[in-house]
């Protein structure tokens, strides 16, 4: 009876043990299972990815190489509100336009050149604030989540970054299933704003010869403004009209290294010459002010500029006469982007990236 007991004993434990291996490798297996659908509804066939590679390099190449339609659609008001027409297919090439001496210069109405590779800063902040509706929604139809970015080579520039975060979809993202499109190009950003480039040095640099007639030189109650062993002399005029200052700011906008270059400079209207030389220390300096002295009583002035800047510094003189709308001054103070490198044309790295939904 006793051994009939025991070897009951041991057939009950061997029974629960290979029930308990059964449980648990069904367990497993389960999980196998669940873990190899997920996988498998995660990672895209060869078909698949390729089209999704189709999408990402036909829109790329269509958003860089086309201005969109309509071809001027960032000027659509609704895009203010929110409001955005399906009949918007955005795009972000430039029109009308050419690169000389690494500036956009508008060219006129019968040119219908499209600069390749070269991108409206504009169209992409406009883009950025309408995201869903304009990429997601119009160009891609809402077939796929996307994201899109400019990465400026100038560190002195912020990355724009819009669209899904990729970054922060956890589980939800498969990173083989997400398909980038990276291209170096070059972006406008607030060089349309341009009054004058004084880039002169840079272009010339030792053998930089004034060329402009100045007013200076032919009036003898002024100092001529002749080169001499220590300094070099640009001398500039330009137009500005009363109505303008009803909308535009203007300003000259330096880049930081003017403050050491010892530079300094003279404005002037032809009714109010002057040999009034101020140092050009400040990255900013605000000109309504003084012109508003001359076109309290006139509707249009021509003024000048006069730079003077030691031989020894050229390479450290880098400064433009702005004209912004003043209905962007602030923001553009804001957000930091009143600076001489946001009103270069820069380099970007543009990347698009894109993942079936």
């Known amino acids: ?29 389960g999980v196998v299972a669940n873990l190899s659908d997920g996988l498998n509804e995660k990672m895209l066939s060869e078909e698949e990815l390729e089209s999704l590679e189709r999408i990402a390099v036909e829109s790329s190449d269509y958003l860089l190489n086309n201005p969109g339609n309509p071809e001027n659609w960032e000027e659509d008001e ?19 336009k050419n690169v000389e001496n690494g500036e956009f210069y508008s060219e006129s109405a019968s040119d219908e ?30 077939n796929v989540m996307s994201s899109m970015a400019i990465y400026p080579l100038n560190s002195k520039i912020r990355p724009i970054e819009m669209g899904n975060d ?36 840079e272009l010339s640099g030792d053998g930089y010869i004034r060329k402009e007639d100045c007013n200076h030189d032919s009036d003898p109650s002024l100092r001529d403004h002749a080169n001499d062993e220590r300094s070099f002399w640009l001398c500039k005029s330009f137009r500005v009209y009363k109505k303008s200052l009803d909308e535009y700011d203007y300003y000259l906008i330096s880049d930081e290294s003017v403050k050491n270059t010892g530079a300094s400079f003279i404005l002037e209207s032809l009714n109010r010459t002057n040999e009034n030389r101020k140092m ?14 001359d076109l309290e009583n006139s509707s249009g002035e021509i003024y000048s500029i006069h730079f003077n800047v030691p031989k020894n510094r050229i390479d450290d003189f880098k400064t433009v006469l702005v004209a912004i709308p003043k209905n962007m001054t602030y923001d553009l103070i804001s957000n930091g982007e009143l600076k001489y490198d946001y009103f270069r044309v820069q380099d970007v790295n543009y990347i698009l990236k894109v993942q079936y939904k």
Not at 78 to 96: E, F, Q, Y
Not at 132 to 139: P, T
Not at 280 to 293: A, G, S, V
């Open 113 to 142: 050149m499209i600069m390749s590779n070269a991108i409206s800063y504009k169209k992409f902040i406009r883009i950025k604030n309408n995201y869903d509706s304009l990429v997601d929604g119009n160009l891609f139809n809402d």
């Open 1 to 29: 009876m006793m051994k009939d007991i025991i070897k009951d004993q041991w057939g009950l434990l061997y029974s629960s043990e290979l029930l308990l291996s059964i449980i648990l490798l069904i367990f497993i297996i």
């Open 280 to 293: 050009l220390n400040q990255e900013l300096i605000e000109l309504n002010p003084f012109l508003m002295e």
């Open 166 to 201: 990729f970054d922060d979809d956890g589980d939800k993202t498969y990173d083989n299933n997400i398909v980038t499109v990276n291209r170096t190009v070059k972006c406008d950003f607030y060089s349309s704003f341009i009054v004058y480039n004084f880039n002169d040095f």
């Open 78 to 96: 609704g895009l203010d509100n929110g409001i955005v027409s399906k009949n918007i297919v955005p795009g972000l090439a430039i029109k009308k």
